[in-house]
Structures are given as structure tokens and as C-alpha cells.
């Protein structure tokens, strides 16, 4: 996997995930439907597969693994910085109407803020992971056949398990016949 196109293409993919997340008539959509997540990770799947030429499903997995931990870090700042401000907006409300009579505990709610904020990394993490997922089966690089029948391996990187497998056994028709069959 290159590392570099591994990460600029994650980074996007990230940043539409936590754009579509935070646009107030998007968002809305993205609450039903978790659109923004399939989105940016399915986009950072297609981008490495054009800045690298090949991918494989583990690569679409991981490239959307790493997209969802970019919108999670992107998320969880800004919602540090949302929390912040409902901290001052509560703050600004205690010095004109009584604590007791609000009953606001400023203190709880940020805190509730910050283990929200923990769980929606986690969540962002799990959906852009299933969005690559579903990226790789898209954009998966599939093996080619000749004409003469033979797999062309050469814009993948690896192998699958399966053809390697498939080329260490000889074929029944290249087999010499056993000479008890001849008699």
C-alpha cells in the first residue's frame, strides 16, 4: 500500500464525511441515512484506486477504517468547539436567571458532551470501515484472462489465494498417464 496516497486519499474522503455530517439541511439526511458516511468513504476508495492503479478489498477496508477515524478527529474538535460554546451559553444564562431555578448543571453536560463526542469517533470509525467495504467490492481490481485462457496478474499487487493456489496443482491433462493404465 502506498502510504502517501493511502493517506491523502483517506484525508478527503474524511473531510466529505465530516462536511456532509455538519451542513445543517444535509445533516438531516445524514441523521435517516448515514449518506455522508458511505459517500466520503466509497470517494476515498475511488480516489486510491486512481492515484494507485489497483486495489483490493482489504485495501477498500482499510483506506475506509481510515477515512472514518479523519471524520471522527474532525468531528470530535468541532464538537469540543460546540460544546465550548454551549458552556458559555450556559454560563451567560446562570449570571442573568438562578441556578436553581434552571436546575443547569454546566459540568455534567460537558461531560456528556466529551463521551458523546468518544462514542461518534467510534461510530464515524465503523461506518467509513463499512463504507470501504463496500468501496473495495466496487472498485476491486479484477484479474484479467487472455485469450489463451491464462489469468493476467500484472496490475495487481498480490495475488488472490485462490489462483495461487489454483497454479500449484497440475492439470489432469498434463499429467503422463500411470503405466498399470496402459496394459
Not at 36 to 62: E, M, N
Not at 117 to 146: D, H, R
Request: glycine fraction near 10%; charge should be negative.
Amino acid at each position: 500500500m502506498n502510504i502517501k496516497n493511502l493517506i491523502i486519499s483517506s484525508l478527503i474522503g474524511g473531510i466529505v464525511i465530516a462536511a456532509l455530517a455538519n451542513i445543517p439541511v444535509i445533516q438531516l439526511i445524514n441523521c435517516l441515512l448515514c449518506t455522508g458516511y458511505w459517500i466520503g468513504s466509497i470517494l476515498a476508495v475511488w480516489l486510491y484506486k486512481r492515484f494507485q492503479g489497483s486495489l483490493t478489498l482489504g485495501q477498500g477496508v482499510a483506506i475506509g477504517a481510515l477515512a472514518g477515524v479523519w471524520s471522527g478527529l474532525i468531528n470530535f474538535i468541532l464538537g469540543l468547539i460546540s460544546a465550548a460554546g454551549i458552556a458559555t451559553i450556559i454560563s451567560a444564562v446562570d449570571q442573568v436567571i438562578p441556578a436553581e431555578t434552571l436546575d443547569l448543571q454546566g459540568n455534567f453536560i460537558g461531560q456528556m458532551a466529551i463521551l458523546v463526542n468518544v462514542f461518534l469517533v467510534f461510530f464515524n470509525i465503523f461506518l467509513g470501515t463499512i463504507g470501504g467495504l463496500v468501496g473495495g467490492a466496487i472498485f476491486q481490481t479484477k484479474p484479467q484472462v487472455s485469450d489463451t485462457g491464462e489469468l493476467i496478474l500484472e496490475e495487481m499487487e498480490e495475488p488472490p489465494a485462490e489462483l495461487i493456489a489454483d497454479q500449484s496443482t497440475p492439470e489432469v491433462e498434463d499429467q503422463e498417464p500411470h503405466p498399470a493404465e496402459e496394459s
